[in-house]
């Protein structure tokens, strides 16, 4: 439940745990280096890889610090509504690179009258889908499985131990009924997504459209009921202060990570483009795989820690509800921030290339939530997921874009095929998915059995 007190429930230790502590020393280098080009103080010239890995390192760094502040955050909220900031807080570095990509691509505009996508990724309009695909991809192809292998091992070896496993079984990962919003409201926003790669553009009506969906399902976690965390490590460090001086700690661990991803978003976004030029390396490959590798590595990791202390549930629950937020808030507010930076009502560009990335994610999306209709992912589906996924991966950074188009187009066709089958094995579910998703009292579905 949540706590009010003002005093510890044990006595905490004044010094800060070690992991805190180096993720803070690990990001200030990169911290300063970004600080001090923005405001011209001196600094050294590093080469772009080298730029690139400090600015990486520290906004890694930063993305630990802001998911042990959401997990203590969670002691003052109640807990779904806690999951879903824990798991927007998780993917803030995500947004950052967007945001940069998706301005200057807006900058283009306004100074250009237009902004053409171009296949050699030079034009910001190229690039300003990229990480956001490359990262939705990433979390569903690679996180879901990782979280049910982690889960399976942890269950057998609690087995081998004598003890009963909670929410990991040999099978794969079962969620909690309370979970079924996380489902329904990724299968609407999935559903509008699969409209938009017949669009010429990304306008202010997809930010309506898809901001709303994230409102309303951030007010349906809201009503859930509260309940006592089980935190481990740093956030169980910062959690055990007195509330006043816990809610100033987190508040300010908050503003130091958000400090540093804004000190170096942009300069990780130009180290990686720079870095594309002087490999030789395709920038959009760069920008859709790359970026992503370090805005979603704490995440994934912090979702394999609940798994391995057999609380799948829970692991599976907050990758589950980053790829909410990211499929609404995130995708909506590109064009947002496109119409602010071109100073214009027009949408975020879009070429044949995103269109086709776009088609990618969404039918990756559409079978994802087919499998979970069911409230559980199997191993089977979690191999189908990382399988499918290894082809799309391998195939984009070894074939020309011409046959990535194809083959992307075909997997397009196997996800929905898929996922259309799974829907149809599993129709009767989906009734009472929907009524629990929408309707049934979140307290309800706390005190009943999966």
Same mark, same amino acid.
């Given at each position: 439940?949540?706590?009010?007190?003002?005093?510890?429930?044990?006595?905490?230790?004044?010094?800060?745990?070690?992991?805190?502590?180096?993720?803070?020393?690990?990001?200030?280098?990169?911290?300063?280096?970004?600080?001090? +080009?923005?405001?011209? =103080?001196?600094?050294?010239?590093?080469?772009?890889?080298?730029?690139?890995?400090?600015?990486?390192?520290?906004?890694?760094?930063?993305?630990?610090?802001?998911?042990?502040?959401?997990?203590?955050?969670?002691?003052?909220?109640?807990?779904?509504?806690?999951?879903?900031?824990?798991?927007?807080?998780?993917?803030?570095?995500?947004?950052?690179?967007?945001?940069?990509?998706?301005?200057?691509? @807006?900058?283009?505009?306004?100074?250009?009258?237009?902004?053409?996508?171009?296949?050699?990724?030079?034009?910001?309009?190229?690039?300003?889908?990229?990480?956001? %695909?490359?990262?939705?991809?990433?979390?569903? @192809?690679?996180?879901?499985?990782?979280?049910?292998?982690?889960?399976?091992?942890?269950?057998?070896?609690?087995?081998?131990?004598?003890?009963?496993?909670? #929410?990991?079984?040999?099978?794969?990962?079962?969620?909690?009924?309370?979970?079924?919003?996380?489902?329904?409201?990724?299968?609407?926003?999935?559903?509008?997504?699969?409209?938009?790669?017949?669009?010429?553009?990304?306008?202010?009506?997809?930010?309506?459209?898809?901001?709303?969906?994230?409102?309303?399902?951030?007010?349906?976690?809201?009503?859930?009921?509260?309940? #006592?965390?089980?935190?481990?490590?740093?956030?169980?460090?910062?959690?055990?202060?007195?509330? %006043?001086?816990?809610?100033?700690?987190?508040?300010?661990?908050?503003?130091?990570?958000?400090?540093?991803?804004?000190?170096?978003? #942009?300069?990780?976004?130009?180290?990686?483009?720079? +870095?594309?030029?002087?490999?030789?390396?395709?920038?959009?490959?760069?920008?859709?795989?790359?970026?992503? &590798?370090?805005? #979603?590595?704490?995440?994934?990791?912090?979702?394999?820690?609940?798994?391995?202390?057999?609380?799948?549930?829970?692991?599976?629950?907050?990758? &589950?509800?980053?790829?909410?937020?990211?499929? %609404?808030?995130?995708?909506?507010?590109?064009? =947002?921030?496109?119409?602010?930076?071109?100073?214009?009502?027009?949408?975020?560009?879009?070429?044949?290339?995103?269109?086709?990335?776009?088609?990618?994610?969404?039918?990756?999306?559409?079978?994802?939530?087919?499998?979970?209709?069911?409230?559980?992912?199997?191993?089977?589906?979690?191999?189908?997921?990382?399988?499918?996924?290894?082809?799309?991966?391998?195939?984009?950074?070894?074939?020309?874009?011409?046959?990535?188009?194809?083959?992307?187009?075909? &997997?397009?066709?196997?996800?929905?095929?898929? @996922?259309?089958?799974?829907?149809?094995?599993?129709?009767?579910? &989906?009734?009472?998915?929907?009524?629990?998703?929408?309707?049934?009292?979140?307290?309800?579905?706390?005190?009943?059995?999966?």
């Amino acid at each position: 439940m949540t706590r009010t007190d003002d005093a510890p429930t044990r006595t905490a230790s004044r010094r800060p745990p070690v992991p805190l502590a180096a993720a803070i020393v690990v990001a200030l280098p990169g911290l300063y280096l970004g600080a001090a +080009t923005l405001l011209g =103080l001196p600094h050294p010239e590093l080469p772009p890889p080298v730029a690139v890995l400090m600015y990486g390192l520290a906004i890694v760094g930063a993305a630990f610090v802001l998911s042990w502040a959401g997990e203590a955050a969670q002691v003052d909220m109640s807990a779904g509504l806690a999951l879903a900031i824990l798991a927007l807080l998780a993917v803030l570095p995500e947004y950052a690179v967007d945001f940069v990509f998706t301005m200057r691509a @807006g900058e283009v505009f306004a100074e250009q009258g237009a902004c053409v996508p171009d296949p050699g990724g030079t034009n910001p309009c190229s690039l300003a889908l990229a990480n956001m %695909t490359g990262a939705n991809r990433v979390l569903v @192809g690679v996180g879901w499985p990782l979280v049910v292998l982690v889960a399976v091992l942890a269950a057998r070896r609690n087995r081998s131990g004598g003890d009963g496993g909670r #929410e990991g079984d040999r099978a794969g990962v079962r969620l909690p009924r309370t979970l079924s919003a996380e489902v329904v409201f990724l299968g609407a926003a999935t559903a509008y997504s699969l409209t938009l790669p017949l669009r010429s553009t990304l306008t202010l009506v997809d930010t309506l459209v898809l901001v709303a969906i994230f409102v309303a399902y951030a007010i349906r976690l809201a009503q859930g009921p509260a309940e #006592e965390p089980d935190l481990h490590g740093s956030a169980k460090w910062v959690a055990e202060r007195p509330a %006043t001086s816990r809610r100033w700690l987190y508040g300010v661990l908050f503003a130091v990570a958000a400090l540093i991803i804004l000190a170096t978003a #942009e300069h990780f976004a130009d180290g990686l483009v720079q +870095t594309g030029s002087e490999f030789g390396i395709d920038r959009f490959v760069l920008v859709q795989w790359v970026a992503p &590798l370090a805005s #979603e590595a704490p995440e994934l990791i912090v979702a394999c820690l609940y798994a391995k202390r057999l609380r799948a549930g829970d692991s599976l629950g907050t990758l &589950l509800s980053s790829k909410v937020n990211q499929w %609404t808030l995130l995708v909506g507010t590109l064009p =947002l921030v496109f119409a602010l930076a071109s100073g214009s009502m027009h949408g975020l560009p879009l070429d044949d290339q995103q269109r086709v990335e776009l088609l990618l994610t969404g039918t990756q999306s559409f079978f994802a939530v087919s499998i979970l209709v069911t409230l559980g992912l199997s191993w089977r589906g979690a191999l189908a997921l990382v399988v499918l996924f290894a082809v799309q991966f391998a195939t984009s950074i070894s074939l020309p874009t011409e046959i990535v188009h194809s083959v992307s187009l075909v &997997l397009s066709g196997v996800y929905a095929v898929l @996922g259309v089958a799974q829907l149809v094995r599993h129709r009767r579910r &989906l009734p009472q998915l929907l009524r629990d998703g929408v309707r049934t009292d979140p307290h309800r579905l706390a005190d009943e059995p999966a």
